[in-house]
């Protein structure tokens, strides 16, 4: 079974913080993606990592593809209170089946 | 457009009620999902439709049903429900893997609340 890892679980920080978000396994992945989700509402896809080593900037996200295209970093920085969520990381483990890592919860406080 | 639809937002029915969960999209997508997610938890994977056709159940109980009556749009029929089936259920959408994309990349819809008393 593969399995993503994701750290820290949990995370309180203050406006204006940077921070990273980790996502890993031991599997080798073709692409990657990683959502925000705000209570109550569906995950919002944010990016698709295709290839290893990739580095892609969505405003002050950075997402970062492991060389090896085995993990992927997320790196907010000046962290702002709408930042605040459900941060999940996915990848197709073949045929549609979707695996979601365990999840980082993030909150940032004014 | 990149949007998934979903209704109701909300839903509470009785153990014995029958009701059903509904989901839209016009991206195109040919491959559809249902999911469940329990607070604090990611989504679980329940039902993939492609073209039009159930492709993956993942056991899930018979008191579900899924329905997939064109390629834009899902139902989730629920009978006789049990309180632990109480969860946010999430639709999403995608190209087929053999269709325009070579990767798996879901959008999913705002999402149901379902209790069930």
């Known amino acids: 079974t593969q399995l993503l890892e994701q750290s820290p679980q949990f995370l309180s920080i203050q406006e204006g913080e940077n921070l990273t978000v980790y996502c890993n396994s031991s599997?080798?992945?073709?692409?990657l993606q990683w959502y925000r989700q705000e209570p109550g509402e569906g995950p919002v896809l944010l990016v698709t990592?295709?290839?290893?080593?990739e580095v892609k900037k969505l405003k002050r996200l950075t997402f970062q593809f492991g060389d090896a295209r085995k993990d992927s970093s997320l790196h907010i920085t000046a962290a702002q209170p709408g930042d605040t969520g459900l941060y999940l990381c996915?990848?197709?483990?073949?045929?549609?089946?979707?695996?979601f890592g365990t999840g980082t919860r993030l909150k940032v406080l004014a | 457009d990149t949007e998934v639809t979903q209704t109701p937002k909300h839903l509470v029915m009785g153990m014995t009620n029958k009701k059903s969960l509904k989901c839209e999209q016009h991206?195109?997508?040919?491959?559809m999902y249902w999911y469940k997610q329990k607070a604090k938890k990611p989504p679980e994977l329940m039902f993939v439709?492609?073209?039009?056709?159930?492709?993956i159940n993942e056991s899930v109980p018979s008191r579900f049903s899924p329905e997939c009556p064109n390629s834009s749009l899902l139902n989730l029929h629920l009978h006789a429900l049990q309180p632990e089936d109480s969860a946010l259920y999430l639709c999403?959408?995608?190209?087929?893997?053999?269709?325009?994309?070579?990767?798996?990349?879901?959008?999913f819809g705002p999402g149901t609340r379902l209790t069930v008393l």
């Open positions: 999403a959408s995608s190209h087929p893997l053999w269709g325009t994309a070579s990767y798996n990349e879901q959008f």
């Open positions: 599997s080798v992945f073709s692409s």
């Open positions: 990592v295709v290839t290893g080593g």
């Open positions: 996915a990848v197709d483990s073949g045929t549609y089946k979707y695996i």
């Open positions: 991206m195109g997508h040919r491959a």
């Open positions: 439709y492609s073209y039009e056709k159930l492709s």
